[in-house]
């Protein structure tokens, strides 16, 4: 068949990752972006890369686009897949009944019970007066979280009982996180080591991509404020093959024959965060309904075989267990924010080095918080870039990473130095 057509929606480092995935596949020959960046636009492989502003569904009809795939989780909540597979495109991204498991945590943790996904005990609380009663049913500070969706930023891992409660009045009252936050779910705080596991789902069957690990806080040695994300690695040493057994038996198997009993068969990317217990069991922290940022970036350097075909056969409801398998080779992302970031990320700062940073050998830049102007590229968003290099072993990954990311300049920019030290040693 011809090469297909593909619209990837979305703005991030994820959606320019998959963008150059995509063109990678023999099956793709162009893919557009919305609305893009900087970097989501030349040519790739070969091919054309591009972007287009506007509503989707309406490029994905001007474009006569094959496939059509949807990075971030708040359109994929509000029903775009719905919406464009009325429409009759073939769509990679789950219904925005099925997006719950990430829209709604209290939903999501419902479902886990129902379909005895092994996760920490949890407390929905709906109003301030139910508030002390809750929190008095843990023998230790809980984890806080806010019920709808908050860009990463709705999860405060409480020190005490008091920080506990400060911070699910803030979300109750609405002051922290407007109407997602109304709704709280108090978790009890389970002692181990997060991972990152996705898999690519086509309402019945799945594929299981590499474990990687991210570093959710801004600065080294895990410190200060959470974030959307400073770097990962894949694959993380601390997901044993015997864990990811695991994982695919306890977690992903009841969830999709969960969803599909439930009248919500899930199609997509499927994200699990798990908490890896100093036992060595897997439990579920959340899930997304989308590909994590920046997971995507070493998942695409770290995974072999036409994505495209892929994507498309899970779109159609065709997927093969053995289309997608580990490329092998190891990679490391290390995020270049913007200065501010997270509370008040400065735009407007050009961007120096770019063409010297993608030289180094296995070497990616991928855009995120970036646009064009009068002096060049320029930020504009919070996380800026994705530095993301591969190689056969881990350490040569993370040497050429880091001497990539030496050759960028912007003002003000913020990045950690200790990427992949878990797996490191250092």
Same mark, same amino acid.
């Given at each position: #068949?011809?090469?297909?057509? %593909?619209?990837? &929606?979305?703005?991030? @480092?994820?959606?320019?990752?998959?963008?150059?995935?995509?063109?990678?596949?023999?099956?793709?020959?162009?893919?557009?972006?919305?609305?893009?960046?900087?970097?989501?636009?030349?040519?790739?492989?070969?091919?054309?890369?591009?972007?287009?502003?506007?509503?989707?569904?309406?490029?994905?009809?001007?474009? =006569?686009?094959?496939?059509?795939?949807?990075?971030?989780?708040?359109?994929? %909540?509000?029903?775009?897949?719905?919406?464009?597979?009325?429409?009759?495109?073939?769509?990679?991204?789950?219904?925005?009944?099925?997006?719950?498991?990430?829209?709604?945590?209290?939903? #999501?943790?419902?479902?886990?019970?129902?379909?005895?996904?092994?996760?920490?005990?949890? %407390?929905?609380?709906?109003?301030?007066?139910?508030?002390?009663?809750?929190? $008095?049913?843990?023998?230790?500070?809980?984890?806080?979280?806010?019920?709808?969706? *908050? /860009? @990463?930023?709705?999860?405060?891992?409480?020190?005490?009982?008091?920080?506990?409660?400060?911070?699910?009045?803030?979300?109750?009252?609405?002051?922290?996180?407007?109407?997602?936050?109304?709704?709280?779910?108090?978790?009890?705080?389970?002692? +181990?080591?997060?991972?990152?596991?996705?898999?690519? *789902?086509?309402?019945?069957?799945? %594929?299981?991509?590499? $474990?990687?690990?991210?570093?959710?806080?801004?600065?080294? +040695?895990?410190?200060?404020?959470?974030?959307?994300?400073? @770097?990962?690695?894949?694959?993380?040493?601390?997901?044993?093959?015997?864990?990811?057994?695991?994982?695919? =038996?306890?977690?992903?198997?009841?969830?999709? =024959?969960? #969803?599909?009993?439930?009248?919500?068969?899930? *199609?997509?990317?499927?994200? $699990?965060?798990? #908490?890896?217990?100093? !036992?060595?069991?897997?439990?579920?922290?959340?899930?997304?309904?989308?590909?994590?940022?920046?997971?995507? !970036?070493?998942?695409?350097?770290?995974?072999?075989?036409?994505?495209?075909?892929?994507?498309?056969?899970?779109?159609?409801?065709?997927?093969?267990?053995?289309?997608?398998?580990?490329?092998?080779?190891? /990679?490391? *992302?290390?995020?270049?924010?913007?200065? +501010?970031?997270?509370?008040?990320?400065?735009?407007?700062?050009?961007?120096? @080095?770019?063409?010297?940073?993608?030289? &180094?050998?296995?070497?990616?830049?991928?855009?995120?918080?970036?646009?064009?102007?009068?002096?060049?590229? &320029?930020?504009?968003?919070?996380?800026?870039?994705?530095?993301?290099?591969?190689?056969?072993?881990?350490?040569?990954?993370?040497?050429?990473?880091?001497?990539?990311?030496?050759?960028?300049?912007?003002?003000?920019?913020?990045?950690?130095?200790?990427?992949?030290? =878990?797996?490191?040693?250092?």
């Amino acid at each position: #068949m011809s090469q297909r057509r %593909v619209l990837v &929606v979305g703005s991030g @480092g994820r959606e320019h990752a998959l963008a150059v995935r995509l063109l990678e596949s023999p099956s793709v020959g162009s893919v557009v972006v919305s609305p893009g960046n900087a970097g989501t636009e030349g040519e790739v492989f070969g091919k054309p890369l591009r972007r287009a502003s506007g509503d989707p569904l309406e490029i994905a009809r001007r474009e =006569r686009v094959d496939l059509v795939v949807v990075g971030p989780e708040a359109p994929l %909540v509000a029903g775009l897949a719905d919406e464009l597979r009325a429409a009759g495109f073939s769509v990679f991204g789950p219904s925005g009944s099925a997006a719950r498991l990430e829209g709604s945590k209290a939903f #999501m943790k419902e479902f886990a019970a129902r379909h005895r996904i092994p996760t920490a005990r949890h %407390v929905v609380v709906r109003s301030e007066r139910e508030l002390d009663a809750a929190l $008095a049913s843990f023998a230790t500070p809980p984890v806080v979280k806010a019920d709808g969706l *908050c /860009a @990463g930023k709705g999860v405060v891992v409480a020190e005490d009982f008091e920080e506990a409660r400060r911070a699910a009045t803030r979300m109750l009252s609405g002051a922290a996180f407007g109407e997602a936050g109304k709704i709280v779910v108090l978790e009890e705080r389970i002692a +181990g080591a997060e991972a990152s596991v996705h898999a690519l *789902c086509d309402g019945e069957r799945f %594929v299981l991509l590499s $474990a990687a690990q991210d570093h959710k806080r801004i600065g080294d +040695g895990d410190r200060g404020p959470n974030t959307g994300g400073m @770097g990962t690695y894949a694959p993380a040493p601390l997901v044993t093959p015997e864990l990811m057994a695991r994982a695919e =038996r306890e977690i992903f198997e009841p969830a999709l =024959r969960g #969803m599909a009993s439930e009248g919500n068969p899930y *199609c997509g990317a499927l994200f $699990a965060g798990i #908490m890896v217990t100093p !036992q060595g069991d897997p439990l579920l922290l959340e899930f997304n309904v989308r590909f994590g940022d920046p997971e995507t !970036q070493v998942l695409m350097a770290t995974t072999a075989g036409d994505f495209g075909d892929a994507l498309h056969a899970a779109a159609q409801g065709k997927l093969d267990a053995s289309a997608l398998k580990p490329s092998g080779e190891h /990679a490391v *992302c290390v995020v270049l924010a913007a200065a +501010g970031y997270p509370d008040a990320p400065r735009t407007g700062d050009p961007i120096e @080095g770019l063409a010297e940073a993608q030289a &180094v050998p296995g070497v990616s830049v991928f855009h995120a918080g970036t646009a064009r102007s009068a002096a060049g590229v &320029v930020t504009s968003g919070g996380r800026v870039l994705g530095v993301t290099a591969k190689g056969s072993t881990l350490p040569e990954a993370h040497a050429r990473a880091y001497a990539a990311v030496q050759r960028l300049r912007f003002a003000g920019a913020q990045y950690r130095r200790d990427i992949a030290h =878990r797996a490191l040693g250092s």
